[in-house]
């Protein structure tokens, strides 16, 4: 079974610009979370998505945004692009229940110039 | 912000040697996570250990929870230089219908050869 997967890897964009990243999650998992991690600290959370609905949300501001399709996988976009944007965004999915592992993906670097 | 916070912030040692690195975290918890992560790639889950456990073993792996304070460890034995990475902690912080990790700031671990 493939295990989840981002696109793109690695990307670079200028200040003001959009982006969007995309996450497939594992078959048979209906929740997506997106993280985000930046040099030398632990990943953050940002929004989990299940069954296509945004169950919760980060502290980050709304040029922060997602969705969840009918087949599970997943977007998030950024809007208008601050250099500190610049991270590692982590795609996360699970089995829904308290106590069960998340399964990342490699992640997208995103850098911001 | 960080919720729960490992110790030390990084740890260097041989080839052969055990390495321990410990979690705190303030709230009450229904289960408690490890995760390690190469170099700027994806987190691997590695154990999760209930509430209600205190020893939790996988391979060279050896986790203990102390709930009354509020603190787990990871004890890796016979280290490789392939156990080179950052390992966090994380827990389940539960707001309304969502479910999201909150992760530590990590320990990076350097095992030479």
């Given at each position: 079974?493939?295990?989840v ?50 169950r ?25 692009l ?32 | ?52 456990e205190?020893?939790?073993?996988s ?55």
């Open positions: 079974d493939a295990g997967t981002q696109s793109p890897t690695h990307l670079i964009k200028t200040r003001g610009q959009h982006v969007t990243l995309r996450c497939s999650p594992i078959s048979g998992h209906k929740s997506v979370s997106w993280y985000q991690q930046v040099l030398g600290q632990g990943p953050q959370f940002i929004f989990q998505y299940y069954e296509k609905e945004e919760g949300r980060g502290n980050f501001p709304d040029r922060f945004s997602a969705r969840q399709f009918p087949n599970y996988s997943s977007e998030l976009n950024v809007n208008a601050l250099l500190g944007d610049s991270a590692l965004y982590l795609c996360a999915s699970t089995l829904q229940g308290v106590n069960t592992e998340a399964f990342f993906g490699q992640g997208t670097r995103l850098t911001v110039v | 912000s960080q919720q729960g916070e490992e110790d030390p912030q990084a740890l260097s040692i041989q080839e052969g040697e055990n390495a321990t690195m410990n979690c705190s975290y303030k709230t009450s918890i229904n289960n408690l996570q490890w995760y390690r992560q190469n170099s700027g790639r994806g987190l691997v889950h590695l154990i999760l250990i209930r509430s209600n205190r020893e939790k073993h391979g060279r792996l050896r986790v203990t929870l102390d709930t009354s304070k509020k603190s787990s460890s990871l004890l890796i034995t016979a280290s490789r230089a392939a156990d080179t990475a950052s390992y966090f902690c994380a827990r389940p912080l539960f707001s309304g219908s969502a479910r999201q990790l909150t992760f530590g700031s990590g320990t990076q671990l350097t095992v030479l050869p």
